[in-house]
């Protein structure tokens, strides 16, 4: 049984490019969460979707990032443009109602 | 504003003995508690968890111990193995913020010694 799926798992960008990272949750989970882990702040919730639908997205950082869920098995994270400081592991995990997530490997972006 | 605590960076422990690790709350509305393993380059790992209906849930060499009074809980890990080296995350979740919603601590990272 796969679990979480993320893609890239490492990403090397320039300041000002556009960043999108993707995630296939657990089949049959229903809701999806973002989160970003860095240093200074750990572990901390971006957003996240109850059936596809985002519920509360208060941690996104700002404006440059946005988070879509076109269907149950398919989410992406965008940061246009992005900077140095969003450098981190970004980690996506699913739930099947359940309040136990189970996250994917990360995808590590670094920004020049 | 750190919601959720855990003081103790790093651990290290003896092979065979006892893993305790602590974490504190401040938000009395949290009703249910997890902990989470992660490590190097993946994801973190649900380990076990409780609802604040309970003081001790059990699972294997994992037993997890809530005081509420104290806002306090704690990870028990008997016998400690190598492979249990890992940084352990403790998370918290309160209906009144959205039940899915959890709170991270920083973690601790616990090394195992042979």
């Known amino acids: 049984d796969a679990g979480v799926i993320q893609s890239p798992r490492h990403e090397v960008t320039e300041m000002g490019q556009e960043v999108t990272l993707r995630c296939k949750p657990i089949?049959?989970?229903?809701?999806l969460f973002w989160y970003r882990q860095t240093m200074m702040r750990g572990l901390e919730l971006l957003i996240y979707?109850?059936?596809?639908?985002?519920?509360?997205d208060s941690g996104m950082p700002e404006d440059r990032f946005s988070a879509k869920m076109p269907n149950a098995s398919f989410s992406t994270l965008k940061i246009q443009p992005s900077e140095p400081r969003d450098s981190a592991v970004y980690f996506c995990?699913?739930?099947?109602?359940?309040?136990?997530?189970?996250f994917g490997p990360g995808t590590r972006l670094l920004v020049l | 504003d750190q919601q959720v605590k855990q003081n103790s960076p790093s651990l290290s422990v003896q092979e065979g003995r006892i893993s305790i690790l602590n974490c504190d709350y401040t938000n009395s509305m949290f009703d249910y508690f997890l902990w989470y393993k992660k490590y190097p380059a993946e994801g973190p790992t649900f380990l076990i968890s409780i609802s604040s209906i309970k003081d001790k849930n059990e699972d294997g060499r994992f037993t997890v111990f809530l005081n509420k009074s104290a806002k306090h809980l704690s990870l028990h890990i008997v016998p400690s193995q190598p492979g249990d080296s890992a940084v352990y995350f403790c998370a918290a979740s309160a209906p009144n913020q959205g039940a899915q919603k959890l709170v991270f601590g920083q973690g601790t990272r616990l090394t195992i010694n042979p």
């Open positions: 979707f109850n059936n596809n639908v985002p519920i509360d």
């Open positions: 995990a699913s739930t099947p109602s359940g309040r136990a997530q189970y």
């Open positions: 089949s049959g989970h229903n809701s």
